[in-house]
């Protein structure tokens, strides 16, 4: 433990001298990884799935503000949609505001929380979330995962419809906005996923903020195994398509993620404990 709490006092001394050039190369890949997702999985206007777009925007969003880098993604998935079929960008566009103004009320400053569960979700490792946001944060976090979960099933359905909802253009506007909306808005894996990230979160929360050794571990541990069992129960009453080996693989990534986020901002020498009991 003290070998370990030596390299956690040299990296926070290696962090406090360079931090920002740190927290901006932290940002230039989180642009790079971001746009690049976005691109590469619903590239439909060519212009703006080019790797000097790619490169360009993860570059100027690195010295911008987070929330600039939420509007560039909103911007470029709208683009995306708006070559596939306009009515996709219309009603994309309308659920964005809408998630951003729910969004912007409660959690204004932690913009990067939205893209991080996206990419969570874009990486097939969900359950990352519950562990990472219930640990360093509240439960209004809840709020930025549930935007960001909204997000990538909105962007992952057209990825798969593409043909259908650019074919479904000729129509009619007003048929194919209904017909988008219904699609997106009742798709019951996504519920689902929001559901077991959000009693995760609360779970992870309630018990890394109790008064025991090790809550860190327990929490993540408790969090990771709950949305597991929330996804699989629910999986099977939907008869939905979720991958076990990939939220397995999830839930273990997570106690993982946990263990080091418990090293480097809450690791304590257990072996010094004592409790004393007053009467």
């Known amino acids: 433990m003290s070998t370990l709490l030596v390299w956690r006092e040299k990296l926070q001394k290696l962090y406090a001298a360079y931090s920002v050039y740190i927290l901006k190369g932290i940002q230039f890949v989180l642009g790079l990884v971001l746009f690049g997702l976005i691109n590469s999985n619903i590239g439909f206007m060519k212009m703006a799935s080019s790797v000097f777009c790619t490169i360009g925007l993860a570059v100027i969003c690195t010295f911008l503000p987070m929330i600039v880098m939420v509007m560039a993604a909103t911007v470029l998935i709208l683009a995306h949609f708006y070559a596939l079929s306009l009515p996709i960008a219309i009603v994309s566009a309308v659920i964005f505001i809408l998630m951003y103004i729910f969004y912007f009320r409660f ?18 490792i969900p359950f990352v979330i519950p562990v990472a946001f219930g640990l360093m944060g509240t439960p209004v976090w809840i709020v930025p995962a549930a935007c960001g979960i909204i997000s990538y099933y909105m962007v992952d359905f057209v990825k798969r419809s593409a043909t259908a909802l650019k074919s479904a253009d000729a129509d009619g506007i007003a048929a194919s906005l209904t017909s988008f909306t219904k699609q997106v808005l009742s798709n019951k894996e996504m519920w689902l996923m929001i559901m077991a990230v959000v009693i995760g979160i609360l779970v992870v929360n309630m018990v890394r903020s109790r008064a025991v050794s090790n809550a860190w571990k327990i929490a993540s541990a408790v969090g990771a195994v709950v949305c597991l ?8 009453i939907l008869e939905g398509h979720i991958s076990y080996v990939s939220i397995i693989v999830s839930a273990v990534l997570g106690i993982a993620l946990g263990i080091v986020l418990e090293f480097l901002f809450f690791s304590v020498d257990y072996s010094q404990t004592e409790n004393i009991q007053f009467e």
């Open 107 to 124: 959690t204004p400053k932690k913009s990067w929380l939205v893209l991080v569960a996206a990419l969570a979700f874009g990486l097939k």
């Open 229 to 236: 069992i929330v996804a699989a129960a629910g999986n099977v």
